[in-house]
């Protein structure tokens, strides 16, 4: 949704396109008052625009000592699988460019990655390992001179994709997940596959129901959209006055997600369509869209692995519409509260959860997933299926625990067993055909998990010898 204004003084101008926006600001530095002790600005509407906003305004005084200020509000957000986006705050009017570093910890070493021209204000950082995290730092800098460092920000590329194609008649191919129905309140859809080919642990649930399936999209013909016509022809819609909110659950509270939002319809006017998040919203207008989408970045589950998402009208709106939704998933950057990863170099993991039912229980925030000293593993050709990691969470649980592992091959056949503290199996169950990559599992336990205590996991990939002979 186009909302650019555009804002002037002192012979600069900046642009910010309101449509949605909960985050963004521009500003314009090294301003001087007049004799008389103003200062002039002026506000356009941007090209294309329908109108021209103005929220807020903070006035920063400084002295001018001939030194650099340095920027500020650096933020990093994982882009694909291989890119990063670092943003920041230019709060100098003297800079010739900026610098910008990058570290793979938080207090390693810094290496210079690029010097930016004057006035900018983000960084693309392409070429990046999969699934991995970096951390950035920026700098304002001019012959001779340089600012003091910004603050630290750290972001992942991404790990996988969950692809949702929120239709009734028009299926779309892989990696897209269709819903495949009319909605109704209640409705949950499980078994959503990721870009990998891998069951995800994901769900979307339909807690306030959408007034109805809508077939009536843009459709290019030959799939020459940001999607394929099949995706972009559907969509769930709802109608002046009402609003929908869907669950998406299986969150893990060690990842940070991105969510893309798609909507289209073959018909004008004010379509425009809200998508709110945790307070934070999108906007993207679906009147014959078959090109734009609006997501909200660096998105945390909370305590349940849960996330909630309201569908709304914008306020001039006609109706708003959900057609499709991705979901991108990336390893949160360290802040000293993530979960703990099980590192072993076994094909086998054990690991302790600890259920938490109706009597009270103490235990650690943080998922425990340890390996006791007395357990082995039989290694099989010295391989490692795991890629050294598996994280198990909520810990507590009370009936569902979701599990994530990196497998360096495919899996011919995959043996959950949760075992209680006595090492009586009271859940066991076997996955067929997982393949290389990330594999995420909710894993459902219900009333065989009868009393409140600690709880074994074992993961047993194709024929490896059971560890849990002690």
């Known amino acids: 949704d186009n909302r650019n ?23 314009i530095n090294g301003l001087v008052a007049d004799s008389a002790g103003n200062i002039e600005f002026v506000v356009t509407k941007g090209a294309n625009s329908p109108y021209s906003y103005l929220n807020a305004l903070v006035i920063q005084k400084y002295v001018d000592n001939g030194s650099i200020l340095s920027p500020s509000n650096l933020k990093a957000a994982g882009k694909s699988r291989n890119s990063i986006q670092v943003s920041w705050n230019d709060n100098s009017n003297n800079e010739s460019g900026f610098e910008v570093y990058r570290s793979s910890t938080i207090n390693g070493q810094y290496t210079l990655l690029t010097t930016t021209a004057a006035n900018t204000t983000t960084y693309l950082n392409s070429g990046l390992a999969v699934n991995t995290t970096y951390y950035y730092k920026v700098r304002a800098i001019a012959t001779g001179l340089q600012s003091e460092y910004s603050n630290i920000s750290g972001a992942s590329t991404y790990s996988w994709a969950v692809y949702v194609n929120f239709n009734r008649d028009f299926p779309a191919a892989a990696p897209w997940n269709n819903t495949n129905t009319v909605p109704q309140d209640g409705d949950l859809y ?16 339909i807690v306030d129901n959408f007034s109805g399936e809508n077939p009536s999209g843009m459709n290019t013909g030959n799939n020459s959209g940001i999607y394929p016509d099949n995706v972009i022809r559907s969509s769930y819609w709802v109608d002046r006055g009402d609003r929908a909110e869907i669950k998406v659950t299986g969150l893990n509270q060690s990842m940070v997600y ?39 970045d660096q998105v945390r589950p909370d305590e349940n692995g849960e996330i909630y998402i309201s569908i709304t009208l914008g306020a001039g709106s006609q109706f708003a519409y959900l057609g499709s939704l ?4 990336a390893d949160a ?11 072993t170099n076994s094909e086998i993991r054990t690991g302790q959860l600890q259920a938490l ?10 998922v425990a997933v340890t390996r006791p000293a007395d357990i082995t593993a039989d290694l099989r050709n ?8 598996l994280t198990a969470y909520p810990n507590p649980f009370t009936d569902r625990v979701n599990l994530m592992a990196d497998f360096s091959n495919d899996v011919s056949k995959l043996t959950l067993r949760v075992l209680d503290i006595n090492g009586r199996v009271v859940h066991s169950q076997v996955i067929t055909d997982v393949k290389k990559g990330r594999w995420n599992y909710s894993l459902y336990l219900g009333m065989k998990v009868s009393q409140p205590g600690m709880y074994i996991l074992q993961i047993a990939a194709d024929d490896v010898v059971d560890p849990l002979a002690l």
Not at 5 to 27: F, I, W
Not at 333 to 343: E, N
């Open 5 to 27: 204004t555009t804002y002037s003084a002192g012979g600069t101008s900046v642009t910010l396109n309101a449509a949605g926006n909960t985050s963004k600001t521009v500003q």
């Open 190 to 205: 499980t078994n959503l596959k990721n870009d990998q080919g891998n069951i995800s642990g994901l769900g979307i649930g």
């Open 258 to 296: 991105s969510f893309v939002f798609f909507g289209s319809r073959d018909g004008g006017g004010d379509r425009t369509s809200v998508y709110t998040i945790n307070g934070q919203s999108v906007s993207l207008n679906a009147s014959y869209n078959i090109s734009q989408t609006v997501q909200i």
């Open 326 to 329: 991705v979901i991108q998933a």
């Open 333 to 343: 950057a360290d802040d000293g509260t993530q979960t703990t990863a099980l590192s």
């Open 357 to 366: 039912m109706t009597a009270p229980v103490i235990a650690k925030e943080e």
């Open 382 to 389: 010295g391989t490692n299926l795991l890629n050294g990691k």
